[in-house]
């Protein structure tokens, strides 16, 4: 395995270089493209790494699973989904174009930027301090890791430009999707992305779902298993933005990947891998960082397809 | 097994008569929603059956999935997936909505229909005789069933009412994305729609897949892994018209449906289930064959996720 | 004239009655939706006045023209139009639906709310009271009527609810097109549309722009000709909201209609018309105004066309 | 008038030769950019011509306005605008974008070509030929000239080529807006888009709409006003394209472009005016005949606004 970490790595690079960091968050923009890294973790709590696994970055859009995970815990499934759908696709099988068909405002899924803020809404706690304390602390117990917390810099550097997911989040009060404040909930949404976690961190996240959620270190339960397989459904059909169709066809494992040049992946009953690479394609998926996952997904026929 | 798919047709039949047939075929409208069958062949070879699983339907939409299969193994991936996306979603992960970003004419994915009038115009042959006779004689193949052919009344239905389809297919032809002439192209497309099947036909289908195309009957392969696994990918992501993303969360099987009320499912490495009813959901899928898919499912373990 | 609009109130009445106040904005749901009056200002400054016409209420979008002609005399033509299109439509002649073409978040013109949003953002002023005192002290010119202000109950229940807007100026700001503190502008539009007239202040100012600029009461010009002549056209093109085309069709003059249930209207080199009706159709304006405007332009065959 | 005739070439000339002759249509694609002609008719049948003001060439979507006027006179306004909308634009006042509220598959208007293929299949007549015998007779009453005939070239070309429109008609068929034979109506529209007119000829039918639809040279009535008045309407909402609301503000006449290269406009009460340049602009009017109609417009100060 620690051969198969480092020739990944070393095919990845290539690719890596070829990434460009986020630009539209200016603290994201300093990434260096050409950094790569990789943690696997097994069921049994096993680990290898390689190259830059050590490396901090923001977790940004990989939180979604871990906030739907909690929203979904919080107030369950059938609510939840009432807010938010569950399609990767609105089409009928008959439409000339997407959006002739759109008669609510409810976004589409979870996994992109409207529903994850509508799905933060949802999450419980007496104010945003409360609700945000109440995320981390989930994903710190899901990575396994009691120093996670988020980057002030990167918070601030997307609170001042975050000037579309606010208009997503006023067009989802407009319409009764939003509860509460609007203010707030994106408050809740920039810092859930602002946290900061390396390759490890994720890989410890994706080897907790790849047993259902049950912790490969402690052996403890730390989400019910419907709720486990429900955001690993998520993952393949819509975690890698709008290239997650081509990600199925050529690695095939459920997977979630952020602007911060992180993926979180899950092999069911076998393994989590982390991955992180800050240079991105223009899809926002870490370049170098799919690159590993194909090269591991392929060699190891991990494929669920 | 039996008992299991005894109680899972008792259990569908509340759900099948909720269903309403196709209208928009005439010839479909006549079919009584309250049909229900299912079969299960495994990678062995072993069947099971049980409720109105010899009843003869149109194959409808799963017959994109042989489709795209043949024109793969014609034309090559990169040629067919020039001309139509792999993608259930062509969202950005900021978009308000889902039109704005939709830069080019071709079709998302190729199970959507535009995307299959696509794929078919890729069907290598020297005319649409040809065409659809290579065509037909692979469903035979994947069926194992050499009496499988095409009813001439709901080809004729369809042809003469297929007003949607046609507007697709010369939108396509403008856009340069399909290259021969539109009625042959849809000739072909309205007479694939029409093949008649039943369960076990496509059960068997289902099995061959989940052997990575390797028949269960007479060992032979009859397609290549790769795209075995690329299908069953699509069948996922996209193979349930706009509740895939629902299907996926409560079945978790690659399945493909059609109007004429059949889904082909596949379980990897294990078996391929036919389920028939002809009384659709709003969505367009048999209301209760997803029924029966899912109790199959939950009661055996089947989620690939 | 008086008889003629002492007979268009009674006619108009019937229709005012099915109309229904706006709902959206709760300060201007009270209204009652009986009401209706009218005022007519030629361009020699004589005029009569039939029904509620001394009733206040709030200039809503037709404060849009004047924040108009404002910021194009500050900014001049080619900037202001830089930042929002002319067009009614963006359609190319042969798209299939309106929206494969949008290629720019370019508002499509300055009588939306998102092309308002945009024009307000290029008033010039020290801060957004500096602005609004100067756009307030333009209207009561065109208007001549030192008294107006805005309404400051109207203004807050407008800011507090004003979640569409927000989403609209925030996208924009997003895409490069607003280029202040969106809050700021929000807060100038919000009090802009709350500015309360009367069905003679906005027939003044109907003369006003008849005369292509110059006050039929004090002779001098307020605007430029070619500014005037800018706003009757979109007045014409999209004036009334998606009802823009009926009523050229049915009315044929240059107008712009408000929630609060105004209409302002201008007769080319002859008179200025203001109705006011506060039950508005389902399109959102008027209802018993527009058949004012009907009746009056019918029988004086006033249409331009 | 002549010397500003001439003035006019003069300066539309060195606009013209920037503009390209359409080219999605094979035939027109031969023609000369450079050319530029243009003539006028007053409401006494007083005419004044300069440039290539005879050179014949195809009416295109000019003959919208003539079909839509047969279209109103054979069916009633009533009915033919239940199967196409009167809007320029179909924008609520707060639509983020434009789509989003589409509910209906009617054509938003009669001169989009959705809108112009809709109105064809109400044209009364036995079969195609008589539809179109009866177009083409009305049209050579509103130009006085009885050898106007369609270019089979053209048509042919059209024909073969008009997968766009083709498109655009089956899915209006599939959505219940067409009643009749798709290809037939097809016909119709091709062969009325290949009809031959020159300069002299469009200016006529300009002349006659300037009087409300009584012709300069017999002074017999061809139109009922009310229906002149209509047509008028939509050739300043939706007559140019997606310049229609640029063309309002700069040149403020009721006009109708076609690919052809000629723009037809009428000065009410006034005159008519044909031009004719093949050298298109990026919107697909005539880039030589637009500046040559504002030159004229704004020496003599012929807006509408």
Chains 1, 2, 3, 4 share one sequence.
Request: some cysteine; hydrophobic content about 40%; glycine content about 10%.
């Amino acid at each position: 395995m620690q051969n198969l970490l480092d020739d990944a790595i070393k095919y990845g690079k290539k690719f890596a270089v070829q990434g460009k960091p986020a630009t539209y968050i200016p603290e994201l923009s300093k990434a260096d493209p050409g950094m790569l890294g990789v943690a696997v973790v097994n069921v049994s709590g096993q680990s290898w790494k390689s190259g830059d696994y050590d490396s901090p970055f923001t977790i940004q859009s990989i939180s979604k699973v871990a906030a739907l995970m909690l929203a979904v815990m919080d107030r369950g499934e059938d609510y939840v989904f009432s807010k938010v759908g569950m399609e990767p696709t609105g089409d009928p099988f008959n439409s000339i174009i997407k959006l002739e068909t759109i008669r609510t405002s409810k976004p589409l899924n979870p996994m992109i930027n409207a529903g994850a803020i509508a799905v933060d809404s949802l999450i419980a706690g007496k104010n945003t301090e409360d609700k945000i304390n109440r995320l981390i602390s989930f994903i710190r117990q899901l990575c396994h890791n009691d120093k996670i917390c988020y980057d002030e810099d990167v918070y601030k550097s997307e609170s001042s430009t975050g000037f579309r997911n606010r208009a997503l989040a006023n067009f989802m009060k407009d319409a009764g999707i939003i509860e509460g404040e609007v203010e707030e909930v994106l408050d809740l949404y920039f810092k859930q992305c602002s946290i900061k976690v390396n390759a490890v961190d994720i890989a410890l996240m994706g080897a907790t779902l790849a047993e259902d959620g049950i912790s490969p270190i402690t052996g403890k339960r730390l989400i019910p298993r419907s709720i486990a397989r429900l955001v690993k459904t998520f993952m393949v059909t819509c975690g890698m933005y709008d290239a997650s169709g081509e990600f199925a066809v050529r690695v095939g494992l459920p997977a979630k990947s952020g602007v911060g040049g992180g993926i979180m992946a899950t092999v069911p009953g076998k393994m989590g891998i982390g991955v992180f690479g800050p240079g991105l394609d223009e899809k926002g998926n870490s370049a170098g960082g799919i690159k590993v996952l194909e090269y591991i997904s392929n060699k190891l026929d991990l494929s669920i397809f």
